[in-house]
């Protein structure tokens, strides 16, 4: 951070328990009220110390392995963020985000989100290991109403049954959609023969799925989607890959494999969100 107009010490760091340290350009020192606040943080008058974030005492007893790196004016990180890294201003994780880095201004991570990358400004972090660059905010001023994103899916079938697949791999977590927007994607499938009584390995399939989901305010969903061949690898498949409802509010990729044929599925997903306050 460069010194601000008017004033001789800047931060240089802050520390876990989010007291922030202070620099003149050589050594450590530290703020008085009127510095402290001049770049956005909190002043505990009687304690004499500069705050980023408050951190309970007993938070920091049971969380000692954490490993938080918080740069920048008006971050947070809510208890259970861990091993994650926070840079720019006014970004915020929320509780039990894990292995994370946000970037840039106003961004956000949803709870229980671990894994994930978001940038820009006005970023939302639905998904696990979910990569996000905010686009900023239109009339309705929450984060993630305007934004690209990526997330990838793997799975497995051994049989010709339509199969959901999930995020990592985990089997319990889907895209979360957000009422009254359209979710355009792009998204690249490759599905790869690894053997099976009737399987021949190293045979594939791989296709690109394009399309739009329009999600009313009730979430109801509303999906207009082509698919095409990118290569044909000789995989016999009958049933071509898309996108549909699992549960309420969320959406994920679905596929069919063939009987007694081990398949490894593996999706990229390019997102693009608008959303609006206006309800349809």
């Given at each position: 951070?460069?010194?601000k107009?008017?004033?001789?010490?800047?931060?240089?760091?802050?520390?876990?328990?989010?007291e922030?340290?202070?620099t003149?350009?050589?050594?450590?020192?530290?703020?008085?009220?009127?510095?402290c606040?001049?770049?956005g943080?909190?002043?505990?008058?009687?304690?004499?110390?500069?705050?980023?974030?408050?951190?309970?005492?007993?938070?920091?007893?049971?969380?000692?392995?954490?490993?938080?790196?918080?740069?920048?004016?008006?971050?947070?990180?809510?208890?259970?963020?861990?091993?994650?890294?926070?840079?720019?201003?006014?970004?915020?994780?929320?509780?039990?985000?894990?292995?994370?880095?946000?970037?840039?201004?106003?961004?956000?991570?949803?709870?229980?989100?671990?894994?994930?990358?978001?940038?820009?400004?006005?970023?939302?972090?639905?998904?696990?290991?979910?990569?996000v660059?905010?686009?900023?905010?239109?009339?309705?001023k929450?984060?993630?109403?305007?934004?690209?994103?990526?997330?990838?899916?793997?799975?497995?079938?051994?049989?010709?049954?339509?199969t959901?697949?999930s995020?990592?791999?985990?089997?319990?977590?889907?895209?979360e959609?957000?009422?009254?927007?359209?979710?355009?994607?792009?998204?690249?499938?490759?599905?790869?023969?690894?053997?099976?009584?009737d399987?021949?390995?190293?045979?594939?399939?791989y296709?690109?799925?394009v399309?739009?989901?329009?999600?009313n305010?009730?979430?109801?969903?509303?999906?207009?989607?082509?698919?095409?061949?990118i290569?044909?690898g000789?995989?016999?498949?009958?049933?071509?890959?898309?996108?549909?409802?699992?549960t309420?509010?969320?959406?994920?990729?679905?596929?069919?494999?063939?009987?007694n044929?081990?398949?490894?599925?593996?999706?990229?997903?390019?997102?693009?969100?608008?959303?609006?306050?206006?309800?349809?």
């Amino acid at each position: 951070m460069d010194f601000k107009r008017g004033y001789k010490i800047k931060p240089k760091s802050i520390k876990s328990t989010g007291e922030v340290i202070f620099t003149d350009g050589t050594n450590e020192v530290f703020a008085n009220e009127i510095v402290c606040r001049g770049y956005g943080y909190e002043y505990d008058k009687n304690l004499g110390v500069c705050y980023a974030f408050r951190y309970s005492k007993d938070a920091q007893k049971q969380n000692q392995h954490q490993s938080i790196s918080i740069k920048g004016a008006n971050n947070e990180a809510q208890s259970g963020t861990e091993n994650s890294i926070i840079s720019g201003t006014k970004n915020k994780t929320l509780g039990d985000v894990q292995n994370s880095l946000v970037i840039g201004s106003n961004n956000l991570i949803q709870n229980n989100i671990d894994n994930a990358f978001v940038t820009g400004t006005f970023g939302s972090a639905l998904n696990q290991g979910e990569f996000v660059i905010g686009a900023g905010q239109l009339d309705n001023k929450t984060f993630g109403a305007q934004q690209m994103s990526i997330v990838q899916f793997i799975g497995q079938t051994t049989n010709d049954t339509l199969t959901s697949l999930s995020i990592q791999n985990d089997g319990e977590s889907y895209i979360e959609i957000q009422n009254n927007s359209i979710l355009g994607f792009e998204t690249h499938i490759i599905g790869l023969c690894t053997g099976g009584d009737d399987g021949t390995a190293g045979q594939y399939m791989y296709y690109k799925l394009v399309g739009a989901c329009k999600i009313n305010n009730g979430f109801d969903t509303t999906f207009t989607q082509s698919i095409s061949t990118i290569a044909n690898g000789s995989l016999p498949l009958e049933v071509t890959p898309s996108f549909a409802s699992v549960t309420d509010n969320f959406i994920t990729l679905k596929v069919t494999g063939l009987a007694n044929v081990n398949i490894n599925w593996y999706a990229s997903m390019h997102s693009y969100t608008n959303k609006t306050i206006n309800t349809f």
